[in-house]
């Protein structure tokens, strides 16, 4: 257990929809990294948030979105759902952006 | 683009030996190198940091880097069947610890056979 939660842990959408997916990171934790993670393949970065401010942003078009609460909890919001999007979106978090992140159960995402 | 490479597998080794791991990537500007361990179905989790050039050793597990070459490897001695899972290289623009911009290779899937 890393103390860094996401919901759901599986989601089912059709095309076209919107999805927000959400992380609560580790108390203490400032920043929290968002990650999707296709089938067979690696983890890839999407963007980091710290302290609120996006810090950072993966090769991924301005349809994921997301954002950081006072609470340093995050949201990530994929909107116009494509069959592509369907993968493991991975949140990490770390008490800053130099400390060692953990890792959350992950929220697979199915689009059909 | 920035690529990390590794060989997919999958790896097997019998139980006891070493098993060993190797990633190479292609951006010279990366400062900080990373292994995670990936059970199936489960979420990547830290293993080795590495941010020299040379070795670093912790428990069973060597991580070696080679700037120079753009290499780095992860050996594990007295390989378990728990050690069975996929293993991802990961690199990192800034030097340090964290989850900024990390560039993941696909993994290598390493089986221990008792």
């Known amino acids: ?112 | 683009q920035k690529e990390v490479e590794q060989n997919s597998g999958p790896l097997s080794v019998p139980e006891g030996a070493i098993a060993s791991l190797n990633c190479t990537y292609s951006d010279r500007g990366s400062q900080s190198f990373f292994w995670y361990r990936q059970y199936s179905g489960k979420s990547p989790e830290l293993i080795m940091s590495i941010y020299s050039n040379g070795d670093k050793e912790d428990g069973r597990f060597t991580a070696q880097l080679n700037k120079a070459s753009q290499y780095v490897s992860l050996l594990i001695r007295d390989s378990q069947p728990s050690d069975s899972a996929t293993y991802l290289c990961a690199v990192s623009p800034r030097s340090g610890a964290g989850s900024y911009q990390l560039t993941f290779g696909k993994g290598t899937k390493l089986s221990v056979i008792p």
């Open chain 1, 1 to 112: 257990e890393t103390g860094v939660t996401q919901s759901p842990t599986h989601l089912i959408k059709t095309r076209g929809q919107q999805v927000t997916l959400r992380c609560s990171s580790q108390s203490g934790h400032n920043t929290v990294s968002w990650y999707q993670q296709a089938l067979g393949q690696g983890p890839q970065f999407i963007f980091q948030y710290y302290r609120e401010e996006e810090n950072g942003r993966g090769n991924f078009p301005p349809r994921f979105s997301g954002l950081q609460f006072p609470n340093y909890s995050s949201e990530l919001n994929v909107n116009a759902l494509e069959l592509d999007d369907s993968a493991l979106y991975l949140c990490a978090s770390s008490s800053s952006m130099n400390t060692e992140a953990f890792f959350g159960q992950g929220t697979r995402l199915t689009v059909v």
